[in-house]
């Protein structure tokens, strides 16, 4: 069974300062990994997500995450916030061929003028 | 259009009534998703249709909610007997892949927030 645990239910950062917004997963398989973003009353949108290969992802709006086996861990960056980054953010895992996603609880991203 | 879309966008219901919640999937997407989404939560799988196929219906919290796409496009998630812990927004998420597609990205749309009084 697959699972995920977002650290930090709110993050408050500066405009301009890193955002890092923690993810951690727990799968029997090798995982396929996504961060997504949901801005108010829309939909999820994906930023990002790593299958195989490169364990650092970029995607969009100037978001990165970086694999890291040993650390069962999907940490997401951005190295300087802005104000349109402020939104709700939810890590989720597949864990193979056929499996439906499973989110974390989401970390809400405030950012401070 | 372009995106998923879903109606309606806001339902309320008195506790006991049913109600059915439409999915609109992008066209020639052969995966469908619903999810539910608590207040403060993250989304939580529902059930999934390849096609007109419903192939896991494991998240399902009850025999209170059923869901149906009979056609392969157009999909319904139907709750009886509403209770006041149905209240959510419910997710429909399509992909053009079936499951076992690695690079298969869910697109989601806004979803219905669904509030039982």
């Known amino acids: 069974a697959q699972s995920v645990t977002q650290l930090g239910s709110h993050v408050s950062v500066s405009e301009g300062a890193l955002v890092l917004l923690r993810c951690n997963y727990s799968s029997s398989v090798p995982p396929y990994l996504f961060w997504y973003v949901q801005y108010p009353n829309q939909g999820l949108q994906l930023l990002l997500k790593?299958?195989?290969?490169?364990?650092l992802v970029k995607g969009i709006n100037g978001f990165e995450a970086e694999f890291k086996k040993s650390e069962t861990s999907f940490h997401l960056t951005k190295p300087s916030a802005h104000m349109s980054d402020a939104a709700e953010y939810f890590c989720?895992?597949?864990?193979?061929?056929?499996?439906?996603?499973?989110f974390g609880p989401g970390t809400r991203l405030s950012v401070l003028p | 259009g372009a995106g998923v879309s879903q109606s309606p966008r806001y339902k309320v219901a008195k506790r006991g009534q049913d109600v059915a919640l439409r999915c609109d999937p992008i066209s020639g997407h052969v995966s469908l998703f619903w999810y539910q989404q608590a207040l403060g939560q993250g989304p939580e799988f529902l059930t999934y249709?390849?096609?007109?196929?419903?192939?896991?219906k494991s998240g399902l919290p009850s025999d209170r909610f059923f869901a149906e796409r009979p056609e392969g496009s157009v999909s319904t998630l139907k709750i009886q007997r509403t209770q006041q812990e149905d209240s959510a927004v419910y997710l429909c998420a399509s992909s053009f892949t079936p499951s076992g597609g690695i690079f298969a990205e869910q697109f989601f749309g806004p979803g219905t927030r669904l509030t039982v009084l």
């Open positions: 989720a895992v597949r864990g193979g061929l056929g499996q439906n996603f499973v």
């Open positions: 249709f390849q096609n007109e196929a419903q192939l896991d």
């Open positions: 790593y299958t195989t290969g490169a364990t």
